[in-house]
């Protein structure tokens, strides 16, 4: 009988990043189940391949990933046959792969973002082989529209609409390591949605590095008629989006939103600073009063929306009068949360290479200022929540605290006991009390 490769063993996929490296790490995971690889790993030394899905959008992502490959050289001398692979944004820049297989040669698999989904054959040429497999494209690759994700996010999925970015922020790597932006075709963005509803799925996240100009490459459906095509199915679920690039952001996707339920009223639009001047040398096409209003705009037609950002401190050149001009824009706009940042320097971006890099006890300072503004913020809307009812989509159950959780359409995360298992389930949760993005409350009676 031909001997079956792979039927018992298990990997281990270690993820850095965002939500967009959760779901590619989710396409990994896909893979590597089709090739027999059937159980997840709960640690390293229960794993016989170990793959690195790595970030390098900041510098810390980076380190910790180095770290961990690192902390595996003890672990694959004792054991030769396991298998070590390292992908996504870190080993797509310039270099990088041979810096890593100069630092690290027991690395196994090289890959990089535009050829990630192709890693099945590059663990098939890896087998009965001792030598490295290194393979970065220089381009990026034709965009797949079938859906080889192992998925275990129920009830929530992401489904990627698009890649690449064309902005070319001073900041961001982003343009470098993911190419230009490339959208997947509306018929098969639908499909997959469609099909993960049927499959019982409450919440989708659609994701982009700029969601705004989905389509703008393909000339056949824009991103608010996308988000009108998949809202036509009329059962209950949420669609969310990110991100939105501010410069792209128009009347026609609020009208969208507003015209549609299943959309959620939380819209994502960072900001990134708040000074005119930081936002040109960050090549952000957008002045601090244009952004301004567009949030009038949003807020206009949808007064019930709330708004979450990102904000970078510690820019090159930044000054007191610039961050100063950030906190305004902050409190104008009365962010419901925000992602707070200290500007990372990247090699190989326009920033990198400017005058006026900011101390680090600058930032340092700067951010914690920042942070204060923001949690205030937070904390008196969350006050707001006390004593009414809000629906939870019920996603997991904490084991230690006893309670259930989930997410408003807004994002609050809320607490709640239950004496059945409502995961995947809208539930009424009546909130008792509330502290900074979270709530507790209690099952509300029906009437």
Not at 238 to 254: C, Q, W
């Amino acid at each position: 009988m031909e001997k079956i490769e792979h039927m018992e063993k298990k990997y281990r996929i270690v993820t850095y990043g965002c939500q967009m490296n959760v779901h590619e790490s989710e396409k990994l995971a896909g893979i590597l189940r089709a090739r027999g690889y059937k159980d997840e790993a709960a640690s390293e030394e229960e794993a016989d391949i170990i793959v690195f899905n790595t970030c390098c959008i900041r510098e810390n992502a980076e380190n910790h990933a180095y770290g961990n490959i690192g902390a595996l050289k003890k672990l694959k001398k004792a054991r030769p046959d396991l298998l070590v692979a390292v992908g996504g944004c870190m080993t797509q820049q310039a270099g990088a792969a041979e810096k890593l297989r100069k630092k690290f040669p027991f690395v196994d698999i090289v890959f990089g973002t535009h050829n990630l989904e192709e890693f099945g054959a590059l663990l098939d040429r890896k087998r009965g082989r001792k030598k490295a497999v290194v393979e970065i494209p220089d381009k990026e690759g034709a965009v797949r529209e079938e859906d080889i994700s192992f998925r275990t996010s129920y009830p929530n999925a992401w489904v990627n609409i698009m890649y690449g970015c064309n902005n070319f922020c001073s900041y961001c790597i982003v343009p470098y390591v993911r190419g230009r932006e490339r959208s997947r075709a509306a018929d098969a963005v639908v499909a997959e949605v469609n099909g993960l509803l049927d499959r019982g799925y409450k919440e989708i996240t659609l994701l982009g590095q700029n969601v705004n100009s989905y389509g703008s490459d393909r000339g056949e459906v824009s991103f608010p008629q996308l988000l009108r095509r998949i809202c036509a199915r009329e059962e209950k679920f949420r669609l969310r989006f990110m991100t939105s690039n501010p410069k792209d952001f128009g009347e026609e996707l609020v009208r969208a939103i507003a015209d549609h339920r299943q959309l959620c009223r939380l819209v994502h639009l960072p900001v990134q600073a708040g000074s005119d001047r930081i936002l040109r040398l960050m090549n952000r096409k957008y002045t601090a009063k244009e952004y301004l209003q567009k949030v009038e705009m949003l807020r206009r037609i949808l007064p019930d929306c709330r708004l979450s950002t990102d904000i970078m401190v510690g820019f090159p050149t930044e000054t007191e009068e610039d961050f100063r001009a950030t906190l305004d824009l902050v409190r104008a706009a009365d962010f419901s949360t925000a992602f707070t940042f200290v500007y990372s320097r990247r090699s190989g971006t326009a920033a990198a290479q400017m005058e006026g890099q900011i101390p680090e006890e600058v930032q340092k300072e700067r951010i914690m200022r920042l942070v204060e503004l923001v949690n205030a913020q937070t904390r008196e809307q969350s006050l707001a929540y006390r004593g009414k009812t809000v629906e939870i989509l019920c996603e997991d159950r904490d084991e230690k605290k006893g309670l259930y959780l989930g997410r408003d359409e807004f994002g609050r995360m809320g607490y709640f006991a239950s004496e059945r298992d409502c995961i995947g389930e809208f539930v009424q949760m009546r909130v008792t009390d509330s502290s900074g993005i979270s709530l507790m409350g209690e099952v509300a009676a029906k009437e």
